[in-house]
């Protein structure tokens, strides 16, 4: 067993009781903003989906040092942020998937999904968009969105049988023919900012067919990763996936023998999450829309004007403070019993 799967796990099951006093919480808010925003049954059950996932709980706790108030801030400012964007109800341009450019497919020798990102095969900007960044926002949205809830389902899986808890990702990025990859970090700088918002669901980023040529776009991108983010970058060769991934499991083109060759009719996880429900017409994807999207008055959410900010703590309609003294006191509780019994 892995070594930081093997803690990832420990640390999920002794903080456990700590995830269901925020799950309980979150409920409470959720209650209020169903009122404060008129939201439908529809988008309530959509936001109670959101927290049932104890797997991305348990990420935000351990990105904020298990912090119950900091954690319960930035989860109500993310559901915002999810209202806002209207997480649950996103249109997706139908370029992106004709063609392999990002999808998930098998897992490593830990268990983890893995994502495979073709940069050579990244979209050009059609004439109607300005803006690169606002163009593949959605499509980013929409990975780790399928990341998450495909995390929480193996997650689930492997507690009902008592096994370790799967709680993040593995990224393949091929940066062979990668010609339309822009040389600067346009792209790379609003890719963090959605990723706070999904705090942890990349375990591990592995950077094929990377050439001196990228070393200068590497060097900038450090500049905003933190050490924890910069430790999970890796550099290998082909050959050596399979020190990594089963070499079964490795695609063709990678040196394995996996002859996998993606397309969206086969796609499992995708299709899997019900996130490609329906395509309404030749330039666009829809999935899980209803009838209309969720509207709201342009000043109803403009706090969160924006899906590219930092992570803003904010404060919630209940006390969290006395969440945070409740956990304290649990915590006093069980090192008690603790010091009984090995006394």
């Known amino acids: 067993m892995d070594k930081r799967q093997a803690e990832l796990h420990r640390l999920y099951k002794e903080h456990e009781y700590m995830i269901d006093n925020v799950r309980r919480t979150l409920k409470k808010e959720i209650a209020t903003l169903v009122e404060e925003y008129d939201l439908t049954s529809e988008e309530a059950n959509h936001l109670n989906e959101f927290i049932q996932d104890k797997a991305t709980l348990f990420r935000y706790l351990r990105k904020n040092n298990f912090s119950v108030p900091t954690t319960l801030s930035l989860l109500l400012d993310t559901i915002k942020w999810r209202m806002h964007q209207e997480v649950d109800y996103s249109m997706l341009e139908h370029e992106f998937f004709t063609r392999p450019l990002v999808y998930f497919h098998k897992f490593d020798k830990y268990h983890r999904p893995i994502l495979i990102i073709h940069l050579s095969q990244l979209p050009t900007l059609p ?6 960044v606002e163009y593949l926002s959605p499509l980013i949205i929409f990975v780790l969105e399928t990341a998450r809830k495909l995390v929480w389902d193996l997650c689930k899986q492997r507690i009902e049988v008592n096994d370790v808890s799967i709680l993040e990702t593995v990224v393949l990025i091929d940066f062979k023919n990668a010609s339309s990859l822009p ?17 942890g669901i990349i375990g591990t980023v592995y950077l ?16 905003v990763l933190s050490e924890e983010a910069k430790l999970k970058v890796n550099f ?9 991934i089963e070499p079964k499991d490795i695609l063709k083109v990678f040196g394995g023998q996996d002859p996998f060759e993606w397309s969206i009719e086969h796609d499992n996880y995708y299709q899997r999450f019900n996130l490609l429900s329906r395509c309404n017409s030749a330039t666009s994807v829809y999935y899980d829309a209803p009838n209309g999207l969720l509207s709201r ?18 404060t919630s309609h209940s006390n969290l403070l006395f969440l945070s003294m409740q956990s304290a006191n649990t915590n006093k509780t069980v090192n008690k019993l603790q010091d009984l019994f090995t006394t």
């Open 297 to 314: 008055p342009s000043s109803a959410f403009s706090h969160y004007e924006t899906p590219l900010g930092p992570l803003t703590p904010i």
């Open 183 to 199: 040389m600067d970090i346009t792209l790379f700088k609003p890719l963090i900012s959605l990723l706070r918002r999904y705090p």
């Open 208 to 223: 094929l067919n990377f050439s001196w040529v990228y070393q200068g776009l590497w060097q900038m991108c450090k500049l």
């Open 127 to 132: 004439s109607s968009s300005t803006d690169l």
């Open 236 to 244: 290998p060769k082909l050959h050596e996936l399979q020190e990594l």
